[in-house]
């Protein structure tokens, strides 16, 4: 039987952490062998250290490993890490240092120049900013950075439409489901029966690192898209999946049909459908795609018949799948 490579999670004990833990389980390439978290963490069993949250019950080879410092000595060289960004900044380059590679979920060095922000199936030319780091030149570490979740379903819907028909603005309003504020999350009397018309930096987050994600890899650095971008984001009363509505003008016009022919030749997994109900966020449970990105309801804007305004819906089947774990994991 091939020997696996062992890696590591950093932040281990969150819910971040913990999807980590539940989708390495059956990887064929990959193990965990080492689990880090906090100083209040530290020297206990994982399955005593983590409120495991999973529906599925905690792997069997995971949960007697006893939690590491959060410091890369004694670390695997492969480290998938779920840290706040605040400590992700401290602590990510601290392991780069010292030659690991690190694979991040946190925001905190997305937007540094040298560092890739990365869809695997939209972007994987800018991987190669992995040279330019210094912890790579120096010790063979680097640091790549998978997107916001939900500028990951966006940008999926928006590559197909730059390389075909170009864009010129993009608008979106996000619906997002309350997984993705971690847990314990949204106090229960602030979000049920509301709408909550704030997420702190997650606009800023949205509107750069889409421009990021499609732009264009020029040496040392990302030349960012030149479309124009606004985004709006909302925390909703949903437990899981997050959905946008999404207003895009393009450089050329594109009819209905022509939009999703460009979506079905694009070069990875997705659903499309016709039906208003089925990007509904409990009916994506549903469906089966293992990437977790729908699209629906594709129309022209009917007061701007004279210019190629798209309007679709975007719905993410699992924030803490597709948004997060599934792109660091590939």
């Not at 064929?28 to 209040?40: I, K, T």
């Not at 991987?127 to 997107?147: D, M």
């Amino acid at each position: 039987m091939q020997t696996k490579t062992p890696v590591g999670v950093l932040g281990a004990t969150g819910i971040v952490g913990q999807r980590f833990a539940q989708m390495l389980e059956h990887h064929p390439w990959f193990e965990v062998a080492w689990l880090a978290a906090s100083d209040r963490s530290e020297g206990r069993p994982y399955a005593e250290a983590a409120r495991w949250k999973m529906k599925t019950p905690i792997p069997s080879h995971v949960a007697g490993i006893q939690v590491s410092p959060a410091r890369p000595e004694g670390a695997p060289k492969i480290i998938f890490a779920a840290l706040d960004s605040s400590i992700a900044a401290e602590l990510e380059p601290r392991f780069a240092q010292a030659g690991c590679a690190v694979v991040s979920n946190s925001s905190a060095l997305r937007m540094q120049s040298d560092v890739p922000l990365v869809i695997p199936e939209i972007n994987p030319e800018h991987i190669k900013l992995l040279e330019c780091q210094t912890w790579r030149r120096q010790s063979g570490g680097f640091v790549v950075t998978n997107p916001n979740c939900s500028a990951i379903g966006l940008v999926m819907a928006l590559a197909p439409l730059e390389q075909r028909f170009g864009l010129e603005t993009v608008m979106a309003v996000t619906m997002q489901a309350v997984s993705g504020a971690g847990y314990p999350g949204v106090a229960s009397l602030d979000i049920l029966g509301n709408v909550i018309p704030y997420i702190a930096n997650e606009e800023e987050k949205m509107e750069e690192e889409t421009r990021k994600l499609l732009g264009r890899l020029n040496g040392s650095g990302i030349v960012p898209g030149s479309f124009g971008m606004s985004a709006q984001c909302n925390r909703v009363a949903v437990e899981d999946g997050h959905t946008e509505s999404v207003s895009v003008k393009l450089k050329k016009k594109a009819r209905p049909e022509e939009i999703i022919a460009a979506w079905n030749e694009f070069l990875f997994a997705l659903v499309l459908t016709n039906s208003s109900a089925a990007t509904a966020p409990l009916a994506m449970l549903g469906f089966r795609t293992q990437w977790g990105v729908l699209w629906g309801q594709i129309g022209a804007a009917a007061f701007l018949v004279s210019t190629p305004v798209l309007i679709f819906t975007i719905a993410m089947q699992k924030y803490l799948i597709r948004g997060l774990t599934m792109g660091s994991v590939k």
